[in-house]
């Protein structure tokens, strides 16, 4: 049954919204209010599910070769950061860089002048895209350009990068052009944040990798390895979802400007995201169509690509979440036609291996 996947977040939700009620009805002490309240809470968790599909099979890729002691922690661990961590904490800190005050002065500030610190929080956007953007690319373009990557799904573009996978450092190099020739058409000023934070985006994917490296060469048992790999694997996943929620954080401002609702809110649809991952990497979904992990990474692309793009131009979100959509169903209907013409080889794949340990959905 899938409701098994969806019951923590639907408990969630609920607690959630509880919570919102009482905001809602402390600040505008009507029903009326508390109900605008509720309404806002919901549209942000169905947001951040429309946008966050592709993050959720992202997830799902990694997720499916971690032990299930590390497959909890996400779900556990990784919901606390997810929730409190990046749509709590990572606005703060924001606001307390950029305005140049302490932790409990930008609480005050999120809770007392919530105008003033959207303003604060939007002003940060080019760093913000600039980091999140090229970050998201560095892990579109490594996955078309991965050694171990045999299947196509758009032959016409994978096939020539599977030829240029053997020159090193080609996706950095990439990333970085783009830097530069996007920061050519913004302000000087923000043309040096933009690329600053970017490089830090290419050094944050680096270091991930290289803790990950590191942590699976060191140690001779074999459960030890894997914990430690589990842990690398872990990291990866925190840093890549947020990523993906810079732009949902940003973009809630245009339906509240309430540090907490949009909390509530984003932190929703992330729980179901992860719910959703655990699903999809339970069911097999990934090797029962094989083109649905392309469609993914396609749009991971497109995502970066947009986000570096909006230092320059206004893309609405409604945009972003329709290509990532585009692209995963393409993909999916793909899927299913190549397991139709192919269903020997669909049959095989219908069986997924199962991770050791019960389920975490379960």
């Known amino acids: 049954m899938l409701l098994k996947y969806y019951k923590g977040s639907f408990l969630f939700t609920g607690i959630c919204l509880a919570i919102a009620a009482w905001l809602g009805f402390q600040s505008t002490g009507t029903l009326p209010g508390t109900l605008g309240v509720l309404w806002i809470v919901l549209v942000l968790g169905v947001l951040e599910v429309s946008l966050s599909f592709d993050n959720a099979v992202v997830n799902a890729t990694v997720l499916r070769d971690m032990d299930d002691k590390w497959r909890r922690r996400f779900l556990t661990w990784g919901i606390l950061i997810a929730v409190f961590g990046m749509r709590i904490v990572f606005p703060l800190a924001i606001v307390a860089i950029a305005a140049h005050m302490g932790p409990i002065e930008a609480i005050k500030l999120a809770a007392g002048d919530p105008v003033r610190y959207e303003q604060i929080i939007t002003s940060a956007h080019v760093g913000i895209s600039g980091f999140g953007g090229s970050f998201l690319a560095m892990v579109g373009l490594n996955f078309f350009l991965d050694d171990e990557k045999e299947e196509h799904w758009l032959s016409i573009i994978e096939r020539p990068l599977a030829a240029l996978r053997e020159i090193s450092g080609l996706a950095t190099g990439i990333v970085l052009l783009a830097l530069y020739g996007i920061s050519q058409f913004i302000p000087a000023e923000e043309a040096m944040t933009f690329i600053t934070a970017g490089i830090f985006g290419l050094l944050t994917y680096i270091a991930v990798h290289a803790i990950g490296v590191l942590l699976e060469g060191d140690g001779d048992a074999a459960t030890g390895a894997a914990a430690k790999s589990g842990f690398a694997a872990f990291l990866y996943l925190e840093v890549l979802d947020a990523s993906f929620s810079f732009d949902g954080v940003i973009g ?59 230092v320059r131009f206004e893309i609405p979100e409604t945009i972003t979440g329709l290509i990532g959509a585009t692209l995963i169903g393409l993909s999916f209907w793909a899927s299913v036609r190549s397991n139709r013409k192919h ?20």
């Open 252 to 310: 809630a401002f245009a339906l509240s400007n309430n540090l907490f609702i949009i909390a509530l809110g984003l932190g929703i649809g992330a729980m179901f995201v992860r719910s959703m991952t655990i699903m999809l990497v339970d069911k097999g979904t990934l090797t029962q169509y094989r083109y649905l992990e392309h469609g993914a990474f396609y749009a991971i692309i497109a995502l970066a690509a947009i986000m570096l793009l909006s």
């Open 343 to 362: 269903p020997d080889q669909a049959l095989a794949s219908a069986d997924p291996v199962q991770p050791t340990g019960k389920s975490v959905g379960a």
